[in-house]
């Protein structure tokens, strides 16, 4: 095995160091240091339906826009689940409705990026670089960030779970990237065959150019590994009554909450969830779409009962790059839109509420006669996560989030 891919193999599988460029291997290690405010970013790829995620079932032109795949009003069979009289949410998200009561859960509607694309891999790209229009971005906002953060940095302070490393987190700063699934967690050869991974040990020790970057990566693993077999997580297997989870996303989030539970220096994560680019045969209540709602649902439930007293010092965002058509399609589907619905949840939320200028369905009310328009910019929901909940200073928000608009941010946290 050549060096470059024994290297780029341990970054792909195993959850090491992200650099930045081929051949920017640079990481920094600290001392660790405890960060108990917690960012999580879950991000949807495929732009989901925002309009049937919070459907504005009180708005006559929207059962109108939709003939088959509005969601009924609430109290009918297929019914949305009632928030505020108005807004209804999808019944597939009905394991989030305890959240909401509790006001831990939040959405803003009609939010997005400013840049009118619909291209999934343009839209995505700009909430990733958080440089909506500019393509050229070298990093990712959350990589930004995790190098603006008060306190020394190690590289599982930030945490990607996914195939790759993600745009959001790639730069700079170190970053581990993890696997989806059980496999994520597995041992690898040089964790299984001791006397092997001590011969690299050696190997590299004396390495100037790689040397660093090779420890740092295996000192990152251990921690990831060691997190992971936490008794801990064995204590909570059992409290769920010995039920396995559905694969897929709950079981990922199972796995964030013991590896954050178990690691106090993990503080901020991504995890991005394809299938939501419905054309044909959306579906209502049930059907495509509640198909992929129902999962998600049910991890973000899963993540913040397994975080227990944690999700109190957690915000969780749910994003998606861009929202879908007001009106159903020939297919019963949507086609691609532009402001959609991003959903907080957390301890600090001001919650049980639908947050944003919401302007109605009427032809003249939306974005070129076919979407909604976006009335809240995605960069100042955010940035006002970064200033409130993870106390970011002033001087850091304008690095993050360049050109952050100055329009007034939507307040939904409870605290300074």
Sequence with gaps: MQRRDFLNALAAGAGLVAPLGREAWAASLAAPAPHSRKLIVIMLRGAVDGLN?????????????????????????GGAIDLDGYFGLHPALAPLLPLWEQKKLAFIHAS????????????????????????????????????????????????????????????????????????????????????????????????????KVYMDGREARKEVMAAAANPMAAEMMAANGGAP??????????????????????QLA???LGGWDTHASQGAATGQLA???????????????????????????????????ARENGNRGTDHGHGNAMWVLGGGVAGGR????????????????????????????LAHIAERHLRLPDNELVRIFPQLPRSAAVDFLRRA
């Design 53 to 77: 995620v919070v459907a504005p079932v009180g708005d006559a032109e929207y059962a109108q826009l939709r003939p088959t795949i509005a969601l009924a009003r609430p109290g009918q069979e």
């Design 112 to 211: 997005g990026s400013p840049d009118g694309t619909r291209s999934h891999f343009d839209a995505q790209d700009y909430m990733e670089s958080a440089t909506p229009g500019v393509k050229s971005t070298p990093d990712g906002w959350m990589n930004r960030l995790v190098g603006a953060l008060p306190g020394d940095s190690r590289p599982t302070r930030a945490l990607s779970i996914g195939p790759t490393m993600p745009r959001i987190l790639s730069g700079r700063a170190a970053a581990v990237n993890v696997a989806n699934g059980a496999a994520g967690t597995k041992g690898t050869v040089l964790d299984n065959r001791p006397a092997l991974g001590a011969a690299f040990d050696e190997l590299y020790a004396d390495n100037k150019r790689f040397g």
């Design 245 to 266: 989870l559905p694969n897929g996303f709950p079981d990922d989030a199972a796995r964030l909450a013991t590896l954050l539970r178990n690691d106090p220096n993990m």
């Design 270 to 272: 991504f995890v991005a």
């Design 291 to 325: 198909n992929r709602l129902s999962p998600l649902a049910q991890g973000l439930a899963v993540l913040a009962q397994r975080l227990g007293p944690m999700f109190d010092d957690t915000t969780i965002v749910v994003m998606s790059e861009f929202g879908r058509t």
């Design 354 to 381: 639908v947050l944003g200028e919401w302007r109605g369905l009427e032809e003249k009310a939306l974005n070129e006669g076919r979407d909604l328009p976006v009335t809240t910019d995605f960069r100042t929901v």
